[in-house]
């Protein structure tokens, strides 16, 4: 029987390409690349992935930490960004060349993923699809499921591995062929058609394009930062702070032991030190404008002062 590496985004997409295989009798191992931009949350609980694997009756789900590797096309993608700090012809360049990287292990004939032609102007024209396939050493084994028809024959199909008669012809940017297909497989939710790359959201795009333009530090735990809270920037000095407790929590547990952390002594956020020796006074300052408490404090004429949180 044969075995397909579904490159797994979690977006209406991928879930659609792993079941028409599954529909030929394709055992389906899917894998889903995280960073802190893109499933993160499972690195925290990895348990709804798993779940959600069993549900679409897939054989074996995986999750891979690509982080280190994307941090280095982050900075300096050959193909350029998309509309914020989003590299996504190298991010998928990367994700194709570790799934190839999988499959011996994995023991998987082929690679599947859930493109559409025409659906993004930047990572899914023919031109680029192909230029996709050859920098990353897949041609002749990635297979696009819903819309292998407009495209030229794999070798996947030629050796009899998938009936290219049951694949598709789907193009362009509406979703109403995907939404048939939802309704056919009886999916119980609709995902959304991508799997949510944090770096096109603009706010978190627009803070990490500063940081690559600034040439400021950009590295695991900043990567994991950069998600989160309030970003102060100035010249020498870099500082971020949490806007409610599971902020505060999760920045304390990614920044203690490699990162200065304050906050008063009173109900405040966490300000940690990414860069530089910013003024003690600075941050107390910033600290009291986010601290509705340290305010009142003031007002009744008690004192607020800096603590130190590093464990």
């Given at each position: 029987m044969p075995k397909a590496l579904l490159l797994f985004s979690e977006g209406l997409d991928s879930h659609l390409a792993g079941l028409i295989l599954k529909e030929q009798d394709i055992k389906i191992v899917a894998v889903k690349f995280i960073t802190p931009f893109f499933g993160w949350k499972y690195k925290e609980n990895s348990e709804p992935f798993y779940e959600k694997i069993k549900e679409l009756g897939f054989d074996e789900g995986i999750l891979v930490d690509i982080t280190e590797e994307f941090l280095e096309i982050l900075k300096k993608p050959q193909y350029g960004y998309g509309d914020y700090a989003n590299p996504c012809v190298d991010c998928k360049i990367l994700m194709l060349k570790k799934a190839k990287e999988l499959?011996?292990?994995?023991?998987?004939?082929?690679?599947?993923?859930?493109?559409?032609?025409?659906?993004?102007?930047?990572?899914?024209?023919?031109?680029?699809?192909?230029?996709?396939?050859?920098?990353?050493?897949?041609?002749?084994?990635?297979?696009?499921?819903?819309?292998?028809?407009?495209?030229?024959?794999?070798?996947?199909?030629?050796?009899?591995?998938?009936?290219?008669?049951?694949?598709?012809?789907?193009?362009?940017?509406?979703?109403?062929?995907?939404?048939?297909?939802?309704?056919?497989?009886?999916?119980?939710?609709?995902?959304?058609?991508?799997?949510?790359?944090?770096?096109?959201?603009?706010?978190?795009?627009?803070?990490?394009?500063?940081?690559?333009?600034?040439?400021?530090?950009?590295?695991?735990?900043?990567?994991?930062?950069?998600?989160?809270?309030?970003?102060?920037?100035?010249?020498?000095?870099?500082?971020?702070?949490?806007?409610?407790?599971?902020?505060?929590?999760?920045?304390?547990?990614?920044?203690?032991?490699?990162?200065?952390?304050?906050?008063?002594?009173?109900?405040?956020?966490?300000?940690?030190?990414?860069?530089?020796?910013?003024?003690?006074d600075f941050i107390k300052n910033l600290l009291v404008k986010y601290s509705k408490k340290a305010k009142e404090k003031i007002a009744k004429g008690e004192e607020v002062f800096l603590t130190s949180q590093n464990v």
């Open positions: 499959m011996k292990n994995l023991k998987t004939d082929f690679i599947a993923t859930g493109e559409v032609l025409g659906q993004r102007p930047m990572s899914q024209n023919k031109n680029t699809l192909d230029l996709i396939e050859e920098k990353s050493g897949v041609k002749g084994i990635l297979l696009r499921p819903l819309s292998a028809k407009l495209l030229a024959e794999t070798e996947v199909e030629k050796r009899g591995l998938v009936d290219r008669r049951k694949l598709l012809d789907i193009c362009g940017r509406k979703r109403t062929a995907q939404l048939e297909l939802a309704k056919k497989f009886h999916l119980k939710e609709i995902p959304t058609p991508a799997g949510g790359c944090l770096l096109t959201d603009p706010r978190i795009g627009e803070r990490v394009l500063r940081v690559l333009k600034e040439k400021r530090i950009l590295n695991y735990k900043i990567a994991q930062l950069l998600i989160l809270g309030r970003h102060f920037f100035e010249e020498g000095f870099w500082i971020v702070l949490g806007r409610n407790r599971e902020e505060n929590e999760k920045i304390k547990r990614i920044a203690e032991n490699s990162y200065k952390i304050y906050t008063l002594n009173a109900p405040a956020p966490l300000a940690v030190v990414v860069e530089g020796n910013p003024p003690q």
